[in-house]
């Protein structure tokens, strides 16, 4: 569903989908290959020659047909890459994926698109901040009727209320950066990690140089079956997306005929009911619940994925590719419509000032 035209932009953003678009992904895996070549051509373990013709690979080159069909077979996609690369390659194929293995190359390509999605949303979170501080510059004076437990409260500044929903996505977003710094590693180790290929100095060598050429961390000895770091990074992910589920359907609240305080604004046809013309129902806050909620949820399942069998477990590692890719989508979704709520956000004083006189009285005779 996330893919039909119909509905992939009410659920994830343009950017987010090209970085986990089937092309990237496939781009990652063999920048991977080409980045550990080419290393590994610098440490002297492969010839020079060899890594120049590595690097002039391209995933254009590959028979994608081919590659599914092998993939049904071998229930890995990384073999019938390697299989057509090496045909590719003539003498020089016996160096590509040199002392590598699969989990290598997809696990260091998943942290390289994680890296690029965490700072698609890091931007778009920057935005909506600066959304909220405006309205928060805007409304440091006007005050509104606080609600507890579903009823009036006494009064507070709107400002405040915003300020309370900016903070939270501020921990949010430092939250995200800390996952990141546990989560976004290199993984090079070979068949069971503990990179046995290599001589004592070169395996090192070679994993720190992979993971300064791609921006990445090390994490010694290896992470292959040990997921908490992209537990800690999804996790996080699904904490933002709580917030924004919360914000939203707060909005959604406040904008209710009987409260109509603040409303999105409209244009012609947005927000249209089918059967009742006089309608604009409120259309960022609404999908900024939905899709937050679905985030948060998709999330939750990370946590199970983490429970691997001994030194590697298909099993639980195969659920992460629909898993992490799906969390991210989602969340750019949802900092998409709060994004987009908080542009088009309108603000009824009139509304807020009439609704505090009878609640501030009342409040004023509880505490005396």
């Known amino acids: 569903m996330l893919e039909f035209g119909l509905y992939r932009?009410?659920?994830?953003?343009?950017?987010?989908?090209?970085?986990?678009?089937?092309?990237?992904?496939?781009?990652a895996w063999l920048k991977v290959e080409q980045t550990l070549a080419r290393c590994q051509a610098e440490a002297g373990l492969i010839p020079s020659d060899a890594a120049r013709a590595i690097e002039a690979l391209?995933?254009?080159?590959?028979?994608?047909?081919q590659m599914q069909s092998d993939m049904l077979t071998v229930g890995r996609p990384i073999v019938g890459l390697i299989q057509q690369m090496r045909k590719a390659l003539g003498d020089h194929a016996k160096y590509f994926h040199f002392r590598a293995t699969t989990q290598d190359i997809m696990d260091t390509a998943?942290?390289?698109?994680?890296?690029?999605?965490?700072?698609?949303?890091?931007?778009?979170?920057?935005?909506?901040?600066?959304?909220?501080?405006?309205?928060m510059d805007q409304h440091r004076g006007t005050m509104m009727i606080g609600r507890t437990n579903g009823q009036h409260a006494v009064p507070i500044c709107f400002a405040t209320k915003l300020q309370v929903w900016r903070s939270e996505l501020s921990r949010r977003q430092k939250a995200i950066d800390d996952a990141a710094k546990r989560g976004l590693n290199v993984q090079i180790g070979g068949p069971v990690g503990d990179l046995r290929g290599y001589d004592k100095d070169d395996g090192p060598q070679i994993?720190?140089?992979?993971?300064?050429?791609?921006?990445?961390?090390?994490?010694?000895?290896?992470?292959?079956?040990?997921?908490?770091?992209?537990?800690?990074?999804?996790?996080?992910l699904g904490a933002l997306c709580a917030t924004i589920c919360k914000i939203s359907h707060n909005v959604n609240l406040l904008s209710s005929t009987d409260i109509a305080?603040?409303?999105?604004?409209?244009?012609?046809?947005?927000?249209?009911?089918?059967?009742?013309?006089?309608?604009?129902?409120?259309?960022?806050?609404?999908?900024?619940?939905?899709?937050?909620?679905l985030g948060r949820q998709r999330a939750e399942q990370i946590g199970e994925l983490t429970l691997h069998q001994h030194e590697r477990s298909g099993g639980v590692w195969i659920g992460e590719w629909i898993v992490v890719p799906e969390v991210f989508l989602l969340t750019s979704g949802a900092v998409h419509w709060a994004g987009k709520l908080f542009g088009n956000l309108e603000v009824d004083t009139d509304s807020m000032r009439r609704k505090i006189p009878e609640a501030a009285t009342n409040a004023e005779t509880l505490v005396h």
């Not at 998943?110 to 901040?129: D, N, T, V």
Request: hydrophobic share 40%.
């Open 58 to 65: 391209s995933p254009q080159m590959l028979d994608k047909d």
């Open 207 to 236: 994993k720190r140089a992979v993971a300064q050429a791609l921006g990445l961390r090390v994490v010694d000895p290896h992470w292959q079956n040990a997921r908490d770091g992209i537990s800690d990074i999804v996790t996080a």
């Open 9 to 27: 932009d009410c659920f994830s953003t343009l950017d987010m989908r090209v970085i986990w678009s089937e092309h990237s992904t496939i781009s």
């Open 261 to 293: 305080e603040i409303t999105e604004t409209h244009e012609t046809g947005r927000g249209a009911s089918s059967a009742m013309a006089h309608k604009q129902n409120q259309r960022a806050s609404e999908f900024g619940e939905a899709v937050g909620r």
């Open 110 to 135: 998943l942290a390289m698109q994680m890296k690029a999605g965490l700072e698609e949303i890091e931007l778009k979170l920057q935005r909506l901040a600066a959304i909220l501080e405006s309205h």
